[in-house]
């Protein structure tokens, strides 16, 4: 079946603007994380949905970074008023049931942020 | 804290040898163990899970262990090809993953 997809794949913006990622996760998977992965790092923990709710959203780093999944499937990570430093591979991550850290986590080949 | 930490960093093997990675971590209290595969600008790909309540798994080439008590596991290669070049990465889970910088591994033919 189908993986997890990501768009953009690449995404090249300004300084200052607004700037919205979307994940589709793997069908029937009601667990879904968002991780950023800077340059020479592993992937960083940003926020957790189980079904529509964000069940933990500590590693969003500031206020400029908000995620939503309002059907409980497709979910959309949104970043305002954009900063060099976020320039970044977003990786988003499915995983079946409702203990989602107890499931494998399977994950989408990322969309590459570059704000100049 | 939960901190993971990769040794070593880098890597560089001929064709047909067997090696070992290795993945330490702090806090014990972990639901499960994940190795996971990025080749250079893609995502991750899932190699092995170990639940909390295993010691090993294994796959093809590959066999992970895992020891809950000493905060250690180590991912195993045999006979390792060029193929296999790629950044190995360690995550342990807790609400979410927690991941290691990684090991990048080069085989040489």
């Known amino acids: 079946g189908a993986g997890v997809s990501q768009t953009p794949s690449n995404k090249v913006t300004e300084k200052g603007k607004y700037v919205e990622l979307r994940c589709d996760p793997i069908?029937?998977?009601?667990?879904l994380y968002w991780y950023r992965q800077s340059l020479g790092q592993g992937p960083e923990f940003l926020i957790y949905?189980?079904?529509?709710?964000?069940?933990?959203d500590s590693g969003l780093p500031n206020d400029r970074f908000f995620a939503v999944r309002p059907e409980g499937s497709v979910s959309t990570l949104k970043i305002q008023r954009t900063e060099r430093g976020d320039s970044a591979v977003y990786l988003c991550?499915?995983?079946?049931?409702?203990?989602?850290?107890?499931?494998?986590?399977?994950f989408g080949p990322g969309t590459r942020l570059t704000v100049l | 804290k939960q901190e993971v930490t990769q040794i070593p960093a880098a890597l560089s093997v001929p064709e047909g040898e067997n090696l070992v990675l290795n993945c330490s971590f702090t806090?014990?209290?972990?639901?499960?163990l994940q190795w996971f595969r990025q080749d250079p600008g893609k995502g991750l790909t899932s190699l092995l899970l170990?639940?909390?309540?295993?010691r090993e798994q294994t796959s093809g080439r590959l066999n992970a262990s895992l020891d809950k008590s000493s905060g250690r596991s180590t991912l195993y290669i045999a006979a390792s090809q060029p193929g296999d070049s790629a950044t190995y990465l360690c995550?342990?889970?807790?609400?979410?993953?927690?991941f290691g910088k990684g090991t990048t591994l080069s085989v040489s033919s």
């Open positions: 170990i639940q909390s309540s295993q």
């Open positions: 806090d014990s209290a972990i639901y499960n």
């Open positions: 991550a499915s995983s079946p049931g409702t203990s989602g850290a107890y499931n494998e986590q399977f």
């Open positions: 995550a342990v889970a807790g609400t979410a993953l927690i």
């Open positions: 949905f189980q079904g529509t709710g964000a069940a933990d």
């Open positions: 069908s029937g998977h009601t667990a």
